[in-house]
């Protein structure tokens, strides 16, 4: 069978950007019986799969998402007589859509309480696109099952026309760890042996909930002393965004800007607690990131972030500053506790799995492209 990846996404950074570099490795590797075209929009990309004796990469300009999507891709679907295309994000070349997969990463444009982390230009074209995608597509997959649930409560897509197909973390989180990596990563950050870490950006404190993290740690930090790690592209400037000062709780606040993915599992692994009280997810790869990692969880009792995290986390009213203050000195006094965790996290890993991902997803691609 020949089938066509439409990578566009493939240097993204956050969830989107490593379920397509994670799945279009693994599906690659799972499956040499298949011929695979690797769509690439950057020419740097071009290489990648260069040691993959069933693989085929293309350069196709980016320029404009969609025509790259409406217009090219059903192009290069055709000039490569491809059975069947998969998008790991969320358009169909609608001049091949019956032919094409696939992947919803959320619904909160949809989602009164969530909507306004969208632009209303962004909104709309969801709403207009979403459904139309939805009911031409030769199969849609969603990364939760809350996800599944919104577009049919929202949109009236039919349930069965939506599989639910978890992804898992970068490889490198279920790795053993190594002592050296941890004593490297805290001289790096000069980070102290206790340690809060959160993940944001400078573009989605908001729907992150970084002001109630801020207000949960000065409530900890006078109890407790520790530091909070806070990691992402663009925090740098939350100090002085947020008024934090540089004496008492605000000296004990480390920005260390963006993480390098092959970084992130010491980073994990040496925090007491990983607080992720967001507002919105619909799959938040932090959370499995953690899971693998070991590392005790705090995290808001709403959408994908209860789904993802089941009985391996303390979940909280992401509103309640005080409610995630004394979920987290919980488990930084109580040992017990934080042991505990640390093996419910582990064993609610092995539901996020690149294997059992990999397999769904190669099945419904199959059955597309031999109808």
């Known amino acids: 069978m020949r089938i ?15 379920y397509t570099r994670n799945i279009a490795r693994h599906l690659v590797e799972a499956a040499p019986e298949h011929e695979f075209f690797l769509y690439f929009g950057r020419p740097e990309d071009l290489g990648t799969f260069s040691n993959a004796s069933n693989a085929t990469e293309r350069y196709v300009p980016l320029g404009n998402k969609a025509i790259w999507d409406q ?18 994000k969320f358009t169909v070349p609608l001049l091949c859509a019956r032919r094409s997969a696939m992947v919803l990463h959320g619904a909160g444009w949809f989602i009164p309480e969530t909507k306004k982390y969208w632009s209303l230009a962004t909104r709309l074209y969801a709403r207009v696109m979403m459904p139309l995608y939805c009911r031409l597509a030769g199969a849609v997959l969603s990364v939760s099952e809350i996800t599944r649930q919104e577009f049919h409560r929202r949109l009236g897509v039919a349930e069965s026309k939506i599989t639910t197909v978890y992804f898992a973390p970068g490889v490198e989180f279920s790795k053993p760890a190594k002592p050296e990596e941890a004593a490297q990563i805290r001289q790096r950050f000069r980070l102290n042996d206790r340690y809060i870490l959160t993940l944001t950006g400078g573009d989605r404190a908001e729907r992150k909930n970084f002001d109630t993290i801020l207000q949960a740690f000065q409530k900890v930090h006078g109890r407790t002393p520790c530091q909070l790690v806070v990691a992402g ?108 965790l640390r093996t419910r ?23 597309i492209g031999s109808k």
Request: proline share 6%.
């Open 233 to 340: 592209r663009g925090c740098e400037d939350f100090r002085e965004r947020f008024g934090i000062p540089d004496t008492g709780y605000g000296a004990d606040i480390v920005f260390t800007g963006w993480v390098e993915q092959s970084d992130l599992p010491a980073l994990f692994r040496s925090a007491a607690v990983f607080l992720y009280p967001s507002n919105m997810e619909a799959f938040p790869i932090p959370i499995t990131e953690s899971l693998a990692c070991g590392t005790p969880i705090v995290t808001s009792n709403a959408f994908g972030l209860q789904e993802l995290a089941g009985d391996a986390a303390l979940l909280v009213d992401p509103s309640d500053p005080d409610g995630i203050a004394a979920a987290v000195q919980r488990i930084l006094d109580d040992e017990n506790l934080s042991a505990d």
């Open 4 to 18: 066509g990846l439409m990578l566009r996404a493939f240097e993204e950074q956050g969830g989107v950007g490593v």
């Open 71 to 88: 217009l090219k891709m059903p192009l290069c679907f055709r000039r490569d007589r491809l059975d069947v295309l998969f998008h790991p």
């Open 345 to 367: 996290a582990r064993l609610r890993s092995e539901h996020f799995s690149w294997d059992r991902c990999t397999t769904e997803t190669l099945r419904l691609l199959e059955e």
